[in-house]
């Protein structure tokens, strides 16, 4: 008997209920979103469907009113569609109270330009666009999305917090995104970091992002565009082996979920990309979403009479309809649920205004103060009390506290970090972070449980792609075998020393000279030494710098010692077969001395001189590593390569200019002379083929020379290899062309006896030549006498030394 009581009462209370409501007069809100598109806002049709139904169950809000929505349009996240909806809601004989849209940013911003010509307050869930804070241009426009003002400096914090000190940004063109990358622009100037900055047109592929020189450069990018061009991006980064550890994507976190699966209305129709795939590319990502988009983790019961914990649990039931089986989710249809609850709240503050006829603040606006249902969209005075009410909003909703600022958006200092991980196969987001923003000063929190272990490979954060600075060096195999090839140089320098030494009074080594050859041995002997000092490249400046000057003094010194014995000896063939007198006397060792000693003062003026003035001296300079300027080392980082070098100042080349022509110089009166002296047969002279040799090979490889020290010096291996393999072959010519033909002789004819046995077929051939030459050559009386002369003076050394000879005898 009692349950047959309390059923009928409870029939009679239904019946009451719905005979008030059936009572109440309707109201209706334009409802427009986005079904197709960049973003896909069809999951909070059934939101608003609950928020009405648990409105119009109250007798608190909207007394006498219930309150509902037509139709739902689709603004498809686009300018012109959405205007074109907007226009065909208002032409309807239906009157539109309020309006909720229009979905996205795009959308949303042409039709709040326009909305407040109707006098209708227009709220949307969605647009977070920093521009729509523009209070001038949208004058009745509100919204319980937060917009994007601190994202900028969220990023800024957590780049702090990581130690990074460059990204690269991919922003499509919409001022949802364009605004936030300008103050990320902003921050990053400020701080001296590297913003790479690559804008994307709607509609546009984004894929050439990956074809840019400057994409390697980096390791942190931020996708700061719809998840569209977000899946397509993080696609090709996948096919360019540009994702894992060590690389790090950072998206939005409003994205719609599941919106990386095959499935999703959003994603791209490319086939390489699997569900497989992608799921792979997307854990280990992170990204921000203000904290206010969120449903509460709290058990507190909001105005709407739910807990947020209850209000999604009801939200999940209703996906489950069949009505709704084709709905997206909402990620944070939290926004939505308290969205609809402002209009009510708004609506209901008005109304409230209207029946105490309390036109507060519109006095002076015309138009009439009439109720709700009489409303008109020519009705500036309610369009006004409309505004104030909606000013007046405050009330806990799902996401927390629902208050306007002066800009009809909600305040949020907090920006939630997220990661996707995966868990049982299933990816989901989980908060590793928070970054609160109070006017230039933010800080970083870890979530409870979070820390660098948990969110990173190995507990350290990613690697920004900034290149760590290297000072390079030359190659070891190119040391050690230049150095080994020095060593037996120096080694050989020995031999022909001692040669020259034991077999000094021997008549092959005695007539060529033997103590302006032991000058040679030391001039080689310091081009040998000069070889270590060019492989060797330090990585001290100050150290570089002593090596410099070193290179500049045994070169130039070891050229000189070298060069000058042979250019003097050149000469005095010169002088004797060019200069013929009658009374001359021959050209002793000791002036050809005083030439040496002269060509080597010139050159160690030139160098000191260098060396004394500030402004060419010799200091070491880093300079980027012209063979290999960048590469990834050993631990995978890129690293910028340096060398450190000495000769790049103007005022240095000059200098070193002045070195090697004056070198130059020496080069080109040696092959005057020695071309002049071709046709000299003497045999006595056995140096005039090697020395006319010596010179020829030499004026190539000092060219090599000169090219390499202008024009190589920051390609330190190939610069090394080349002047190290010009000293050595300067050296061992010096050395080859003058002493293995005198080995040579001396091993063949250790007396000399043969020596004057072929003067003495010299002296028929320089009557042969004297007699060739009057016919062919036509040479001149004076030449005959000059090669008579000679003959002459070597006729009185053998005699000389056979008296030696004799006497020891």
Not at 553 to 569: A, D, E, N, Q, T
Not at 722 to 745: D, N, R, T, V
Request: glycine share 6%.
């Amino acid at each position: 008997m009692k349950l047959c009581l309390l059923l009928s009462s409870f029939w009679m209370h239904i019946m009451c209920l719905n005979t008030v409501v059936s009572q109440r007069i309707p109201l209706n809100f334009g409802y427009i979103t986005t079904l197709t598109g960049s973003f896909i806002g069809d999951g909070g049709i059934p939101v608003v469907d609950m928020a009405l139904r648990l409105i119009n169950e109250r007798n608190d809000v909207l007394q006498n009113y219930t309150l509902n929505y037509t139709d739902v349009l689709d603004s498809a996240c686009d300018r012109t569609m959405s205007l074109n909806q907007f226009f065909e809601l208002i032409n309807r004989n239906t009157t539109y109270i309020s309006l909720l849209g229009c979905g996205c940013s795009p959308a949303t911003i042409p039709v709040a330009e326009l909305s407040h010509y109707w006098n209708i307050p227009q709220l949307s869930v969605v647009s977070a666009a920093n521009s729509l804070d523009n209070r001038i241009k949208f004058r009745n426009f509100y919204r319980t999305s937060v917009p994007f003002h601190d994202v900028g400096e969220s990023l800024g914090q957590l780049m702090r917090e990581f130690g990074w000190r460059q990204m690269s940004i991919i922003t499509q063109d919409e001022s949802l995104f364009s605004l936030v990358t300008e103050n990320i622009s902003n921050i990053f100037n400020n701080e001296g970091w590297t913003l790479d900055r690559y804008d994307v047109t709607s509609g546009q592929s984004p894929l050439p992002f990956f074809d840019r020189s400057e994409t390697g450069s980096f390791r942190i990018f931020h996708i700061n565009a719809y998840q569209d061009m977000a899946y397509q991006l993080l696609c090709e980064a996948y096919h360019r082996g540009m994702t894992g550890s060590d690389y790090l994507w950072i998206i939005p976190m409003w994205y719609n979920d599941n919106w990386w699966m095959s499935s999703s209305p959003t994603s791209s129709t490319n086939p390489s990309c699997t569900d497989a795939i992608m799921m792979e590319v997307i854990t280990g990502t992170i990204g921000w979403i203000p904290r206010k988009y969120l449903t509460l983790n709290e058990s507190i019961t909001t105005f709407s009479g739910l807990t947020p914990n209850a209000y999604l649990g009801n939200y999940t039931a209703l996906l489950q309809e069949s009505r709704y089986r084709n709905i997206t989710k909402f990620g944070f249809s939290g926004v939505v649920f308290d969205g609809v609850w402002a209009i009510a709240i708004g609506l209901d503050i008005a109304s409230k205004k209207i029946s105490s006829g309390n036109d507060s603040g519109c006095e002076n606006v015309p138009g009439d103060l009439v109720p709700l249902e009489q409303f008109n969209y020519a009705n500036t005075k309610l369009g006004c009390i409309f505004k104030k009410s909606f000013n007046e909003i405050d009330f806990v909703g799902v996401t927390g506290q629902v208050k306007f600022n002066e800009f009809g958006s909600r305040n949020d200092e907090f920006i939630q970090y997220q990661q996707y991980r995966l868990s049982n196969s299933r990816l989901t987001k989980v908060h590793f972070g928070s970054v609160y923003v109070e006017g230039q000063r933010s800080s970083f929190v870890f979530s409870s449980g979070e820390s660098n272990s948990t969110l990173w490979k190995d507990g350290i954060p990613p690697y920004d792609g900034i290149p760590e600075r290297g000072l390079d060096q030359n190659s070891i195999a190119l040391i050690v075998i230049y150095d080994i090839l020095a060593g037996f140089g120096i080694i050989f320098a020995a031999v022909c020393f001692i040669f020259n030494v034991v077999f000094r009074n021997k008549k092959i080594v005695k007539l060529t000279s033997p103590n302006l050859n032991h000058i040679i041995i030391l001039g080689s002997v310091l081009l040998y030494i000069c070889v270590f000092f060019y492989t060797f490249l330090s990585t001290d400046k100050t150290t570089e710098a002593v090596f410099c000057n070193v290179r500049v003094w045994l070169f130039s010194l070891g050229y000189c010692l070298c060069f000058g014995v042979i250019l003097s000896k050149t000469w005095r063939v010169y002088h004797i077969f060019n200069n013929p007198k009658p009374t001359k006397k021959g050209v002793k060792d000791w002036f050809l001395f005083l030439i040496v000693s002269f060509i080597i003062a010139i050159d160690v003026f030139i160098i000191l001189i260098g060396t004394i003035v500030p402004q060419s001296r010799l200091t070491s300079f880093e300079v980027v590593d012209g063979e290999n300027p960048q590469i990834i080392n050993d631990d995978g980082k890129l690293q910028n390569n340096f060398v450190v070098v000495c000769n790049t100042r103007t005022e240095t080349l000059i200098w070193e200019g002045l070195s090697f022509g004056y070198k130059g110089i020496l080069q080109v009166l040696a092959i005057f002379m020695a071309f002049h002296t071709r046709g000299v047969k003497v045999r006595i002279l056995n140096e005039s083929k090697e020395t006319a040799a010596i010179i020829y090979i030499n004026s190539i490889v000092l060219l090599l020379l000169t090219v390499t020290e202008f024009t190589l010096a920051t390609r330190h291996n190939t610069y090394s290899a080349l002047f190290g393999l010009g000293l050595l072959i300067e050296a061992s010519l010096f050395l080859g062309l003058i002493f293995i033909p005198k080995m040579i002789h001396l091993y063949l004819d250790p007396q000399g006896a043969k020596i004057f046995t072929q003067a003495n077929t010299s002296n028929t051939h320089v009557n042969t030549m004297m007699t060739t030459n009057s016919i062919d050559n036509k040479d001149s009386p004076e030449e005959i006498t000059a090669n008579l002369r000679q003959r002459v003076k070597e006729l009185e050394q053998e005699i000389s030394i056979k008296m030696k000879d004799l006497k020891k005898s």
